[in-house]
């Protein structure tokens, strides 16, 4: 299996982000790399997913005003955007990156200690994805831009 990374966005990986394919589908319930780098703010931060140094994936994390629409958490951090481009989905490098996320946040977001995110309430692959790497159905719900969205939560541990 390819060694699957978390890197800050850079734009060497630029011409990877920009050639993102995904389905019709998909593409309802996430935002495409290229799409989401062109309207970041000061607070979002870009995280490229890389297996075997290529760009396979993409999210931003953000520490902003957006969170209290999702938890009263001022220490939380969102997940958003997630994406694997087709041509590379099915390899497990979105569950990899799920796997590889506590320690990551841990490491470059010392003050946070929740990871929460929102999730369409039709988008079960996600759902699954984010179950199996922990993250928790609050039983709160937001309505997002094609419906109503679960909102879920990972607490981190904290390391002392």
């Not at 995904?22 to 995280?47: G, I, M, N, S, Y």
């Not at 506590?102 to 003050?111: H, L, M, N």
């Not at 709160?140 to 390391?159: F, I, W």
């Amino acid at each position: 299996m390819n060694e699957v990374t978390l890197e800050h966005f850079s734009r060497i990986y630029q011409k990877d982000l920009t050639n993102f394919y995904l389905t019709k589908e998909q593409e309802q319930f996430t935002t495409l790399p290229a799409d989401q780098l062109d309207r970041l703010t000061t607070e979002q931060f870009p995280v490229v997913i890389l297996a075997e140094q290529k760009a396979v994936g993409f999210f931003v994390l953000e520490q902003s005003g957006r969170l209290k629409n999702y938890t009263p958490n001022e220490s939380a951090c969102l997940l958003a955007s997630l994406s694997i481009t087709k041509d590379q989905q099915g390899r497990g490098y979105a569950k990899q990156a799920m796997e590889l996320l506590t320690e990551w946040v841990r490491k470059e977001f010392p003050a946070c200690d929740e990871i929460v995110l929102s999730v369409n309430l039709k988008n079960d692959p996600a759902f699954r994805l984010y179950l199996s790497s922990g993250f928790e159905d609050t039983g709160r719900r937001v309505t997002g831009p094609v419906g109503e969205q679960r909102v879920m939560s990972l607490k981190l541990e904290s390391q002392t």
